[in-house]
Protein backbone atom coordinates (compact mmCIF):
# COMPACT_ATOMS: atom_id res chain seq x y z
CA UNK A 1 0.00 0.00 0.00
CA UNK A 2 2.96 2.57 0.95
CA UNK A 3 4.06 1.60 -3.16
CA UNK A 4 0.81 2.73 -3.70
CA UNK A 5 0.82 6.28 -2.17
CA UNK A 6 -0.38 5.21 1.25
CA UNK A 7 1.77 6.21 4.28
CA UNK A 8 2.55 4.76 7.63
CA UNK A 9 1.03 5.91 10.83
CA UNK A 10 1.75 3.25 13.27
CA UNK A 11 2.07 -0.68 12.62
CA UNK A 12 0.20 -2.63 15.44
CA UNK A 13 0.17 -0.38 18.18
CA UNK A 14 -1.47 2.38 17.19
CA UNK A 15 -2.34 4.93 20.38
CA UNK A 16 -5.45 6.94 20.46
CA UNK A 17 -6.79 10.26 22.12
CA UNK A 18 -9.68 11.86 21.78
CA UNK A 19 -9.21 15.52 20.65
CA UNK A 20 -13.03 16.70 20.37
CA UNK A 21 -16.16 15.30 21.10
CA UNK A 22 -16.13 13.51 17.46
CA UNK A 23 -12.52 13.23 16.76
CA UNK A 24 -10.25 10.58 17.46
CA UNK A 25 -6.44 10.98 16.22
CA UNK A 26 -3.87 8.24 16.54
CA UNK A 27 -0.18 7.92 16.64
CA UNK A 28 2.64 5.85 16.71
CA UNK A 29 4.36 5.28 20.15
CA UNK A 30 7.99 6.69 19.67
CA UNK A 31 9.73 3.34 19.71
CA UNK A 32 7.79 1.80 17.19
CA UNK A 33 7.82 5.82 14.77
CA UNK A 34 8.31 4.61 11.44
CA UNK A 35 9.01 1.13 11.33
CA UNK A 36 7.30 -2.15 9.99
CA UNK A 37 6.94 -5.50 10.64
CA UNK A 38 6.76 -7.91 7.98
CA UNK A 39 6.75 -11.78 8.13
CA UNK A 40 9.46 -13.35 6.71
CA UNK A 41 11.15 -10.23 6.69
CA UNK A 42 11.44 -9.21 9.89
CA UNK A 43 11.23 -5.42 10.99
CA UNK A 44 11.39 -2.76 7.72
CA UNK A 45 12.11 0.67 8.09
CA UNK A 46 9.67 2.07 5.78
CA UNK A 47 11.07 5.99 5.95
CA UNK A 48 14.99 5.02 5.06
CA UNK A 49 13.00 2.59 2.14
CA UNK A 50 10.58 5.14 1.08
CA UNK A 51 11.45 8.49 1.55
CA UNK A 52 9.93 11.17 4.48
CA UNK A 53 6.45 10.80 2.98
CA UNK A 54 5.91 7.35 3.70
CA UNK A 55 5.77 8.17 7.03
CA UNK A 56 2.97 10.04 8.60
CA UNK A 57 2.99 11.25 12.26
CA UNK A 58 -0.86 11.43 13.38
CA UNK A 59 -4.29 11.23 11.32
CA UNK A 60 -7.46 11.10 12.44
CA UNK A 61 -9.54 7.99 12.76
CA UNK A 62 -12.47 7.83 10.06
CA UNK A 63 -12.53 4.28 9.43
CA UNK A 64 -11.59 0.82 10.85
CA UNK A 65 -10.93 -2.07 8.34
CA UNK A 66 -11.30 -5.30 9.97
CA UNK A 67 -10.03 -7.89 8.23
CA UNK A 68 -11.48 -11.49 8.67
CA UNK A 69 -10.30 -14.48 7.16
CA UNK A 70 -12.90 -15.98 4.98
CA UNK A 71 -12.42 -19.14 6.91
CA UNK A 72 -13.43 -17.80 9.78
CA UNK A 73 -16.62 -16.73 8.50
CA UNK A 74 -19.34 -18.56 9.33
CA UNK A 75 -22.84 -17.05 7.99
CA UNK A 76 -22.67 -16.15 4.32
CA UNK A 77 -21.55 -12.85 4.02
CA UNK A 78 -24.04 -10.42 3.11
CA UNK A 79 -23.48 -9.30 -0.22
CA UNK A 80 -25.62 -6.08 -0.09
CA UNK A 81 -24.71 -4.14 2.69
CA UNK A 82 -26.96 -1.44 3.77
CA UNK A 83 -26.34 -0.57 6.91
CA UNK A 84 -23.05 0.94 8.15
CA UNK A 85 -21.14 -0.89 11.13
CA UNK A 86 -19.85 0.99 13.73
CA UNK A 87 -17.32 0.70 16.58
CA UNK A 88 -16.63 2.85 19.82
CA UNK A 89 -13.38 4.17 20.06
CA UNK A 90 -12.90 6.35 23.30
CA UNK A 91 -16.63 6.83 23.60
CA UNK A 92 -16.69 7.91 19.45
CA UNK A 93 -18.83 6.13 17.12
CA UNK A 94 -15.95 4.80 13.89
CA UNK A 95 -17.62 3.47 11.02
CA UNK A 96 -16.14 0.07 10.66
CA UNK A 97 -16.06 -2.35 7.44
CA UNK A 98 -14.59 -6.18 7.31
CA UNK A 99 -12.89 -7.57 4.49
CA UNK A 100 -12.67 -11.12 4.17
CA UNK A 101 -9.36 -12.70 3.35
CA UNK A 102 -8.66 -15.57 0.95
CA UNK A 103 -6.09 -16.33 -0.61
CA UNK A 104 -5.65 -14.53 -4.01
CA UNK A 105 -7.44 -11.39 -2.85
CA UNK A 106 -5.53 -8.00 -3.03
CA UNK A 107 -5.94 -6.71 0.26
CA UNK A 108 -4.43 -3.23 -0.54
CA UNK A 109 -6.88 -2.52 -3.72
CA UNK A 110 -9.88 -4.32 -1.35
CA UNK A 111 -8.67 -1.44 1.12
CA UNK A 112 -8.26 1.09 -1.15
CA UNK A 113 -11.86 0.43 -2.13
CA UNK A 114 -13.31 0.48 1.04
CA UNK A 115 -11.62 3.61 1.86
CA UNK A 116 -12.97 5.39 -1.55
CA UNK A 117 -16.45 3.88 -1.11
CA UNK A 118 -16.44 5.51 2.75
CA UNK A 119 -15.76 8.72 1.10
CA UNK A 120 -18.71 8.99 -1.19
CA UNK A 121 -21.04 7.48 1.39
CA UNK A 122 -19.75 10.15 3.03
CA UNK A 123 -20.87 12.85 0.09
CA UNK A 124 -24.43 11.06 -0.03
CA UNK A 125 -23.43 8.75 -2.71
CA UNK A 126 -24.27 5.21 -1.81
CA UNK A 127 -23.93 2.38 -4.92
CA UNK A 128 -25.68 0.01 -3.30
CA UNK A 129 -28.79 2.38 -2.65
CA UNK A 130 -28.71 3.32 -6.15
CA UNK A 131 -28.66 -0.54 -7.14
CA UNK A 132 -31.32 -1.14 -5.64
CA UNK A 133 -33.52 1.97 -6.81
CA UNK A 134 -32.03 0.72 -10.17
CA UNK A 135 -34.03 -2.94 -9.76
CA UNK A 136 -36.60 -1.51 -8.23
CA UNK A 137 -37.68 0.52 -11.31
CA UNK A 138 -36.33 -2.15 -13.59
CA UNK A 139 -39.11 -4.79 -11.76
CA UNK A 140 -41.34 -1.71 -11.85
CA UNK A 141 -41.27 -1.55 -16.04
CA UNK A 142 -41.62 -5.79 -16.12
CA UNK A 143 -44.96 -5.48 -14.24
CA UNK A 144 -46.36 -2.11 -15.97
Known amino acids: MIN ?4 LIADDAPQ ?5 PEIISGE ?6 GLL ?4 LGVLDIRAMFGDNAVKATKYLRLIVRLQLLAEQSVPAE ?8 QTV ?3 LIPCVTLLMAPGRN ?11 HLLKQK ?5 QLFIERQQAALQMEAD
Not at 107 to 117: D, F, G, N, W, Y
Request: net charge positive; with cysteine.
Open 16 to 20: FSRIA
Open 79 to 86: RLVTQQEN
Open 37 to 40: EVRG
Open 28 to 33: CPELLQ
Open 124 to 128: GMDAT
Open 107 to 117: LAILIEAAVRS
Open 4 to 7: RGSR
Open 90 to 92: LGT
